[in-house]
């Protein structure tokens, strides 16, 4: 039963980093504008991510919004790397700042995007109501988020079990306490990463089942000192400007190395990624420049982690398990707090799934081959339905009654990663086809933001109403992606960046690598008036 019906200029799907700045931009650039959220409160991957040890590991400094010199003045971070409270508190300080709430449905999902009469139909329903409203908005921009879609695998008999189930992407927001539970954690990517050394601490015994081993680089995390912090906020932009030049748009202050990771001898090779290993975080992998393009060197730099693994593990058996022998960066690069360390506590022990697989749950436990591991509650650390997840839970319905569904059914394909032929008015932020995972996402998101807001503003000042890719400037950017993607060594093992971690989600290397390219690319389709779109 449809409710009520109103108009905006542009709708917004999605309240987290990339929604609450495109609300603030469309303002300024006199739209109106409706954001629709799902969950109860601003910060979107913040408010939803609140599991034990959850917090960026792009610099605090870095992960921030850039585009209010006032706001990134006045905001004080704490740690080199935010805790998820401390992240969602700044989510909350820019909602207020900038008055956003006002034009913010809480607890309201899209569910449908249908094109008609050159407007787009946006359905929605409250979580408490049945009742759907519909909103008619000339552009709608899906900020939905790359990594908000749960992914929760199945198990034989997993509705029997009796203990406590939750997913680290949708933690109760009182928290948990383990304090003499037996817990079990499935899945050992960052968040699982981040959170057991944490569950480790609390549980009476932590299982940890393990499918896939992660290279994970220490963190160092530390408080920041207020004299580093008032010498970056001295130069706040040139600072910014140094980081969107590199190729993942983080880390400017320290270069990737000049060198193949081949070209040097041993002593120097040890000594650049051991230099990076005690500084800690993803820019180890930036020690030389050919890491993730040549097998040769990359074989050597996962070699120093695989010793590492070895030196800090004492149980060889447990330390051979955990030791990956994949390209290293071709799954995203893990950054801990005493991740290795936590397997030599008494009270934590590896089940490795790659010898035998989790044959089914009980009432009391876990199965895999012949042992019941007995647990009382357990923690999917199991990941996203990546890039796509979120934007397929909603029925969108193009020109002519194409679907996305339908376009997208062999993988995603878009023009700049922000348009889709077919989908007039319709922009993805961070979405497939461009830098987005591969880099710090703010400054992607930002990026994104303000690319749409000239566009809109543009298309108006024109005397235009819609904008759409054309199938052949669609075709070539597909091409391109595959082209940049297929001279790494990314497509070599089986990510969630591929979308291996979905059963049925076609394979395609969703993001583009190399930030700095991409923006200029997408600056220069805009001063060639849209270059590649049509303009109606
Ligand atoms: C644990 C964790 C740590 C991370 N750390 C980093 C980091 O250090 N550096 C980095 O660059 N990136 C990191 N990321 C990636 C992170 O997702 C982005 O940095 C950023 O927060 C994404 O913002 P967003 O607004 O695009 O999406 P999100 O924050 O995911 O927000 C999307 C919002 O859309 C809502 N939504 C989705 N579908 C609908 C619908 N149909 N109707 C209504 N609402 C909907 C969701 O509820 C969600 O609130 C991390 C991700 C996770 C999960």
Redesign the pocket.
């Known amino acids: 039963m449809e409710a009520s019906r109103t108009s905006v200029d542009v709708a917004i799907?999605?309240?987290?980093?990339?929604?609450m700045y495109m609300l603030h931009r469309a303002r300024q650039a006199g739209l109106s504008a409706q954001v629709?959220?799902?969950?109860a409160g601003v910060?979107?991957?913040?408010?939803?991510?609140r599991y034990p040890g959850?917090r960026?590991?792009?610099p605090s400094l870095e992960?921030s919004y850039q585009f209010s010199e006032e706001l990134q003045q006045d905001w004080n971070w704490s740690e080199k790397y935010a805790t998820q409270p401390e992240i969602l508190r700044y989510a909350e300080h820019v909602a207020d700042r900038f008055d956003l709430r006002r034009n913010i449905s809480f607890n309201?999902?899209?569910?449908s995007l249908q094109w008609q009469d050159d407007s787009w139909l946006v359905t929605t329903v409250q979580t408490a109501e049945a009742a759907a409203s519909t909103t008619v908005a000339r552009f709608v921009v899906l900020?939905?988020?790359?990594?908000?879609s749960a992914n929760k695998p199945t198990f034989r008999d997993d509705h029997l079990f009796a203990g406590h189930t939750y997913h680290t992407?949708a933690w109760p927001h009182d928290g948990v306490d383990f304090t003499g539970q037996r817990v079990a954690v499935i899945g050992t990517g960052?968040?699982g990463i981040q959170a057991i050394p944490l569950i480790a601490q609390q549980a009476k015994h932590l299982t940890v089942l393990q499918r896939t081993p992660a290279y994970s680089i220490p963190a160092r995390n530390q408080q920041l000192a207020p004299e580093y912090i008032a010498d970056i906020k001295a130069n706040y932009p040139g600072f910014r400007r140094k980081n969107s030049l590199t190729r993942a748009a983080l880390g400017g202050d320290t270069p990737t190395g000049p060198h193949g990771a081949c070209e040097v001898n041993d002593d120097d090779r040890y000594a650049a990624l051991e230099a990076r290993w005690q500084k800690g975080g993803l820019l180890f992998l930036g020690a030389f420049n050919d890491a993730l393009t040549n097998p040769e060197s990359n074989r050597l730099i996962a070699d120093f982690v695989r010793d590492k693994i070895r030196h800090t593990v004492s149980d060889q058996r447990t330390a051979a398990a955990l030791t990956p022998d994949s390209i290293i960066g071709c799954k995203r690069l893990c950054v801990d707090t005493g991740y290795y360390d936590t397997f030599n506590l008494p009270n934590v022990s590896l089940v490795d799934l790659r010898r035998c697989p989790i044959e089914r749950f009980t009432t009391g436990g876990i199965v895999v081959g012949e042992d019941e591991h007995p647990v009382d509650s357990i923690v999917f650390a199991t990941g996203?339905d990546a890039m796509t997840g979120?934007i397929a839970?909603?029925t969108i319905t193009g020109r002519d009654g194409m679907t996305l569904h339908d376009a997208w059914s062999a993988g995603p394909v878009n023009y700049l990663g922000l348009s889709v032929h077919g989908f007039p008015n319709l922009f993805t932020?961070?979405g497939p086809g461009s830098p987005s995972?591969l880099?710090?996402?703010?400054v992607s998101?930002e990026h994104h933001v303000e690319w749409i807001a000239d566009c809109v503003s543009w298309l108006g000042n024109q005397g235009r109403r819609s904008i759409e890719a054309t199938a052949d400037a669609q075709d070539r950017w597909v091409q391109h992606v595959n082209s940049v993607a297929g001279m790494t060594l990314y497509q070599s093992c089986s990510s969630w960046y591929l979308g291996a971690n979905v059963p049925g989600k076609p394979r395609v290397f969703m993001p583009l690598p190399g930030f700095p390219a991409y923006a200029q690319r997408c600056a220069d389709v805009a001063r060639e008036n849209y270059r590649g779109f049509v303009l109606d």
């Open positions: 799907v999605g309240a987290g980093f990339a929604g629709f959220e799902r969950g910060g979107g991957t913040w408010f939803w991510n959850a960026c590991d792009v992960y309201t999902t899209v569910k900020a939905t988020g790359c990594l908000s992407g960052s968040s996203f979120a839970k909603i932020i961070t995972v880099t710090n996402m703010i998101i």
